[in-house]
């Protein structure tokens, strides 16, 4: 079993900066893609930024440029620094994990592995003046 817990959240002014950091414990080892979505209030949730085991790293359109992911595989943590932040990425941040479970419930391949996503509780960011 996975387990991944964010931190990182908080308040903060447009034009300011925030780290999320998404860390993983338990069967670390099947881990691959790490993902953090979003979801604004009243919205639908949104991909932010993804990276690969080797460090390969996508960012929505919304936040390139201004958001940068990280991975340190020997804290088994990702770190998301957010700059220039705007009232428009106020939402809750959520961790997601794809680990590799061939034999799980709900597995689904993902670039030719099988294996299931792992979802963490989620931490607020709100960017208000």
């Known amino acids: 079993q996975v387990r991944l817990v964010e931190s990182g959240g908080g308040a903060v002014q447009p034009g300011g900066s925030l780290r999320l950091a998404c860390a993983a414990s338990?069967?670390?080892?099947?881990?691959?893609?790490m993902t953090w979505y979003r979801q604004p209030p009243g919205k639908d949730r949104e991909m932010v930024a993804s990276?690969?085991?080797?460090?390969?790293?996508v960012y929505g359109d919304s936040v390139r440029g201004r958001f940068t992911l990280s991975r340190d595989n020997a804290k088994n943590t990702i770190y998301l620094q957010m700059n220039s932040l705007k009232t428009e990425d106020t939402a809750v941040y959520y961790c997601?994990?794809?680990?590799?479970?061939?034999?799980?419930?709900?597995?689904?391949?993902?670039?030719?592995?099988?294996?299931?996503?792992?979802w963490g509780e989620g931490t607020p960011v709100t960017v208000s003046p």
């Open positions: 997601s994990a794809f680990v590799e479970s061939p034999y799980s419930a709900g597995a689904y391949y993902n670039n030719g592995v099988r294996g299931v996503d792992v």
């Open positions: 338990g069967s670390t080892f099947n881990i691959n893609t």
């Open positions: 990276i690969t085991p080797l460090g390969v790293t």
